[in-house]
């Protein structure tokens, strides 16, 4: 069992930045963890995944370039770093954990997921 716990959203104004963070607890040796959001009416997108040593992230090019995952195992802790902020970056966001060998870019490659934490973005 995983438990994650995002926090850090808010409301922002354009071109502002803001680090997401995620709680984990449990059992998370070995395991990747991801961050996704979902606009209102929009499906679930992936944003960025890092390994468990952090020596490997992926990103959606959506993103690539303004976020920055990054993770704190001795604190077990997640971090999104967000730059540049748009309103089309508004949407819920979440934190998720998979095994290492599961899908990195799929929703349904990850089997714990936080209750997420909202993030608007105005103009």
């Known amino acids: 069992q995983v438990q994650l716990v995002e926090s850090g959203g808010g409301l922002v104004q354009a071109g502002d930045s803001l680090r997401l963070s995620c709680a984990a607890s449990g059992r998370t040796f070995s395991r990747y963890m991801g961050w996704f959001r979902q606009a209102s009416g929009k499906e679930r997108e992936f944003l960025a995944a890092i390994s468990f040593s952090g020596g490997s992230t992926y990103y959606a090019d959506s993103v690539k370039g303004r976020f920055t995952i990054s993770r704190d195992n001795a604190k077990n802790t997640v971090y999104l770093r967000m730059n540049s902020l748009k309103p089309e970056d508004t949407a819920v966001y979440y934190c998720?954990?998979?095994?290492?060998?599961?899908?990195?870019?799929?929703?349904?490659?990850?089997?714990?997921w936080g209750q997420g934490t909202q993030v608007t973005v105005s103009s």
């Open positions: 998720a954990s998979r095994p290492p060998t599961s899908a990195i870019y799929y929703s349904s490659g990850y089997d714990y």
